[in-house]
């Protein structure tokens, strides 16, 4: 068996249900130790990825969640102040100072590693770093995160060049809320991921909640579908279905009826207009009309 | 055999970026590198290898579809065949008359427009008509636009930012001050809000019936897109066009041209509802609370006016405020009456003239809002 072929196989047992283009960008990312970007809609399982790839690695996940604002101090470095604060009192009472004390407050246990420098220092197997949600920070610090990428190696001026002893397995993610660069998506590897087929939705329901039997799996996932088709300003995505699909079993339901769906239909669909809209179309009867 | 794959991973990358797409040396090693990593033993998984390399964004999946098909299928034929479709560096074609005039004019009146304006042909001039302006008088408006970013961009946000000034005390930079003082925090340090950047989504329509005023408008966007980081424009006729990239040149004559070579449906009919429709579709991600929508566009639409309300009412909900300019609400004896337009009303949170340099300062404050 190959290793694609292999990590499939894998990724399978880690209840993460994958295709073929999944495991070959994962290959290709682990085999070329290049950052694999990931984009797609909202709920399709991207940030899982980077979980589960920890879990095959037998190795650490280490996230950093982006937001607007978010600068190098918070994702690199800060030194804890209060502690150097306090060690600073304290030696003036035992009557210490002078640039004795100063090199000790500025060394490593008074550094407070941030994400980034956490995956660069890390001991043991190369981590996966996880960058989530890479389009809600600003492009200023696109333009840093790509210089950490490129040697993953940081200099704190009071201690030195820190190097990563092995490149972290690096995932970037994005919802696509602002064009990234040129640069960066040069520098990465670049994974699609679409909302999935109906099989695949069918097997990942199977897979993550067993409690749900094949004709309501089959209907839920059927019903997902299509509203995805519908014009909805919300579009469900998989942990949607997910969440409807426990949702159900809780309720023992083994039938989508039109009551139990107008009655749980808040899981999968989070939009009040969209809701709404729906609710006609309960009422009318023309939802839910069973399996495509 | 490995000559020959370097070869095909070469030739491969040379086709893409004859297509548009950008690939480079760097990518071409690393496509190499992935055919030889092992597991690339069917066609599917070559093609599956070669697009997590080489691709770098949705819309060139399309575009490497077609040519890795082709070039496995019939290699030589690649090597003769033009670019069919080709994204991004804009071929000169024949452009359309509206447009290669202004560029033109604009070139040609850099000559005139040494005669700086007095202050009193100012006043006259914040109350023309656009459908009356002259290309040297689109300076203005570039100040203006401008001039607004500026306020757009100084907006306080929730998160803070150290300085030497402020409201508050920013604890940690003073401690870390005070060190060189033997821990007496003798330089108090300040925080203060950052500013917020606002973002704005600009949808101008280029149709027939906005000729005369989408010049302005779209030089409007042009200085606004230059000012502040995140703006979209796009523009519409009978169909939706993004052109963020195009305005982004550090010329507007040339942005100008870049437009006219790739838009294809200048001045020709409106059909506001479907484009928005598209837009909903393809870009309704790059709307979020923080967005200010702006549509530009004078209501005249030939579409279906269910659709326009419909799509109208998506945006609302998305947007943090829906703002149409309509260059005729300047004339004073226009009522919104088309069925378009009707349909449109309910869900603006704000309906203003968009015709001279007066309507366009009263953005500012629609904006800021």
Redesign the interface.
């Known amino acids: 068996m ?4 292999q990590l499939l196989d894998q990724l399978d047992r880690e209840a993460y249900v994958a295709d ?2 999944i495991a ?2 994962l ?2 990312a682990i ?2 130790r ?1 950052p694999l970007l990931v ?1 797609g ?1 909202a709920g399709v399982g991207k940030t899982e990825i980077a979980k589960v790839l920890a879990r095959l690695l037998g190795t650490e996940m280490i996230r950093l969640q982006c937001y ?2 978010l600068d190098a101090s918070t994702a690199l470095y800060e ?1 804890n ?2 502690r ?2 306090l060690h ?2 304290l030696q ?1 009472r035992d009557g210490h ?1 002078g640039p004795d004390a ?1 090199a000790r ?1 500025f060394s490593e246990p008074f550094l407070l590693k941030r994400p980034l420098l956490q995956a660069i220092a890390h001991e043991g197997r190369a981590p996966v770093l996880l960058v989530d949600e890479i389009d809600r920070s ?2 200023e610090f696109e333009a840093f995160l790509l210089e950490v990428l490129s040697d993953f190696q940081v200099t704190v001026p009071e201690i030195g060049t820190i190097r990563a002893r092995e490149r972290p397995h690096v995932i970037l993610t994005s ?5 990234l660069s ?1 640069a960066l ?2 520098r ?5 991921i679409d909302y999935p087929s109906f099989e695949k939705e069918l097997s990942i329901v199977r897979r993550k909640v067993p409690g749900a039997s094949e004709d309501l799996a089959t209907q839920i996932v059927g019903l997902v579908q299509r509203l995805r088709k519908a ?1 909805l ?1 919300k579009v469900p995505g998989i942990s949607e279905t997910l969440d409807w699909a426990s949702a159900l079993v809780v309720l023992h339901a083994s039938q989508l009826t039109p009551e139990l769906t107008a009655e749980t239909l808040g899981c999968v669909v989070k ?1 009040e ?1 969209d809701l709404r809209k729906l609710r006609v179309e309960i009422e009318a009867g023309r939802l839910p009309a069973g399996a495509p | 055999m490995t000559a020959d794959l370097v070869s095909c991973a070469v030739g491969l990358c040379r086709e893409l970026r004859s297509r548009g797409m950008t690939v480079t040396t760097a990518h071409a090693m690393d496509a190499v590198r992935a055919l030889r990593c092992g597991s690339i033993v069917s066609r599917q998984r070559a093609y599956l290898a070669l697009r997590c390399v080489l691709v770098g964004r949705p819309e060139e999946m399309e575009i490497f579809d077609e040519v890795f098909a082709a070039f496995f299928d019939h290699p030589r034929e690649t090597e003769h065949r033009g670019p069919v479709r080709v994204i991004r560096r804009p071929q000169r074609t024949e452009s359309p008359p509206a447009l290669s005039n202004w560029g033109s004019e604009e070139e040609g009146a850099s000559s005139e427009r040494e005669e700086v304006p007095a202050a009193s042909d100012r006043a006259a001039m914040a109350k023309k008509d656009f459908s009356t302006f002259g290309a040297d008088e689109l300076e203005q408006i570039q100040r203006l636009a401008r001039r607004i970013a500026r306020r757009l961009a100084a907006r306080p946000s929730r998160r803070w930012k150290s300085g030497r000034r402020g409201p508050r005390v920013d604890l940690r930079r003073t401690i870390r001050r005070s060190l060189s003082n033997a821990g007496e925090p003798l330089e108090l340090r300040f925080r203060r809000r950052k500013p917020r950047k606002t973002r704005i989504v600009a949808i101008c329509d280029v149709s027939g019936s906005m000729d005369l005023y989408s010049r302005f408008l779209l030089q409007f966007l042009y200085a606004l897109q230059g000012t502040v980081a995140r703006v979209e424009s796009f523009v519409f006729s009978t169909e939706l066009r993004r052109v963020t990239e195009l305005l982004r040149q550090p010329d507007y004559a040339q942005a100008l041209r870049g437009l006219s070579a790739e838009v294809h449906d200048w001045s020709g009919g409106t059909r506001i509802g479907e484009c928005l429709a598209a837009f909903n579709r393809d870009w309704l991600h790059r709307v979020d609370g923080r967005t200010v929508v702006v549509i530009l566009s004078d209501g005249w639409d030939t579409g279906d006016p269910a659709l326009l309300g419909a799509e109208m009412e998506t945006l609302r909900h998305r947007s943090r405020r829906l703002i149409w300019l309509n260059p005729l609400l300047g004339s004073p004896d226009y009522e919104p009456l088309t069925q378009g337009m009707q349909a449109a009303l309910p869900h603006v949170s704000v309906f203003a003239p968009a015709h001279n340099l007066t309507a366009l300062r009263a953005l500012e404050r629609h904006l800021l809002a």
């Open positions: 190959d290793r694609i072929a073929p283009a070959t960008s290959h290709l085999e070329l290049k984009e809609h607007e604002g030194w102040y209060a150097q604060l600073i009192r003036e100072s100063e407050i600003d492009e919802n696509r809320s602002r064009e040129d998506r040069r990465c590897l670049y994974l699609f014009k300003s939009d207009a």
